[in-house]
């Protein structure tokens, strides 16, 4: 197996234990967490830096790895793989916490060749996924983001982003803050079948709405529009009308995507739940993880038209790179983008 940037927290180390909380190994089935079990590592960095990323972040931060989200297009999957864990259930299940996070963070932001860059969180996995409720880590990586006045934005699916609302609003007034909440659809059927562990989609709004409300700057990603499945124009009609009723600062979007590792994860999901599109799918992305770009420009036109119809201001977009066949998978040590 690659090499890690981290050890388990289990394992001796000559300096002691950095936490006196002991490991999981598996998560009694109690509430929330039942069938949970939780890693705890140190990582030896917790500022990653994205190198050549075009889409506006080059240094993220990701204090979980895996996701109780468990949605069935996720593109971080395969960094589980990396782990000897399966790219489905394990990622879904066994969750990685970066318990030094916090205080890694702290030291980083004191280091003299830290210039205080925009850091993105929730570009590989949720930062305010079930195991925050218990970790607190975003809370803490927030807190130091804070005092350290540091821009950030956050990326979510989850509602429990209003817990910090006021911490959000403090940081908002002193430094440059973007919260994005993903709502590819608000189509019931949809969100059930593909995000099963995810806050209801109108909740989502409600929190769009919230945060604006706070001073928090907000807007919506939706991501990914599924084709044949959330595509329909009166879906995403639904889903721009409900955000920029909510005070949505921007409404953008992102057609799906399928690399190495995920496409198969996707595809057994499909065959339960809309079997008949699975051969329409394995043709669409056969020999390529990226739909066509005169597919994603389409998308752009329909939802920048849907978006002026309804009195909001249609963003402006960064290049994409052009699609390519299936990528090779990255090393493990790689932050694996959004786009």
Same mark, same amino acid.
């Given at each position: ?7 388990? &927290?289990?394992?001796? $180390? ?9 490991? @999981? +190994? ?28 075009? /889409? ?7 204090? %979980? ?9 996720? @593109? ?14 394990? /990622? ?39 195991? +925050?409720? $218990? %970790? ?14 540091? =821009? /950030? ?17 403090? &940081? ?13 659809? *608000? ?21 769009? +709405? ?16 599924? =084709?044949?499945?959330?595509?329909? =124009?009166?879906?995403?009609? &639904? ?15 992102? *057609? ?28 669409? %992305? ?36 052009? =699609? ?13 983008? *959004?786009?």
């Amino acid at each position: 197996m690659t090499s890690l940037r981290w050890e388990l &927290a289990e394992r001796p $180390k000559d300096q002691g234990t950095l936490f006196d909380e002991p490991v @999981f +190994e598996r998560e009694p089935g109690r509430g929330e967490f039942r069938g949970i079990e939780f890693l705890h590592v140190r990582s030896r960095r917790i500022i990653n830096e994205v190198k050549g990323a075009p /889409f506006g972040f080059r240094f993220t931060i990701n204090a %979980y790895r895996g996701c109780t989200h468990a949605c069935t297009y996720c @593109f971080a999957r395969p960094t589980h793989t990396y782990l000897d864990l399966d790219a489905d259930e394990d /990622f879904e299940r066994r969750i990685v916490v970066k318990t030094n996070a916090v205080a890694l963070l702290r030291s980083e932001l004191a280091g003299r060749r830290w210039a205080g860059d925009m850091i993105a969180m929730g570009t590989n996995t949720d930062p305010y996924q079930r195991a +925050e409720g $218990k %970790y607190r880590l975003t809370r803490g990586v927030l807190e130091v983001l804070t005092e350290a006045a540091n =821009p /950030f934005s956050i990326l979510t699916k989850s509602t429990l982003v209003l817990r910090d609302l006021e911490l959000l609003a403090e &940081a908002a007034s002193r430094t440059d803050v973007r919260v994005n909440l993903s709502i590819g659809t *608000l189509d019931e059927a949809v969100w059930r079948a593909t995000e099963p562990g995810t806050p209801h989609p109108a909740r989502r709004v409600e929190a769009v +709405e919230r945060l604006n409300a706070a001073g928090v700057p907000c807007g919506v990603l939706m991501a990914p529009v599924l =084709p044949e499945l959330s595509d329909a =124009p009166d879906q995403l009609e &639904a889903v721009v009308k409900a955000c920029l009723g909510a005070g949505a600062r921007s409404v953008s979007t992102v *057609l799906l995507h399928l690399r190495p590792g995920v496409k198969d994860v996707f595809l057994r999901h499909l065959a339960t739940t809309h079997p008949a599109l699975v051969d329409t799918y394995r043709r669409r %992305y056969r020999d390529r993880a990226y739909a066509p770009r005169a597919d994603q420009q389409a998308l752009d036109t329909l939802v920048n038209d849907l978006v002026h119809r309804h009195g909001g201001t249609p963003p402006s977009r960064p290049r994409r790179p052009d =699609p390519q066949p299936n990528p090779p998978p990255p090393p493990a040590d790689t932050q694996l983008t *959004l786009l």
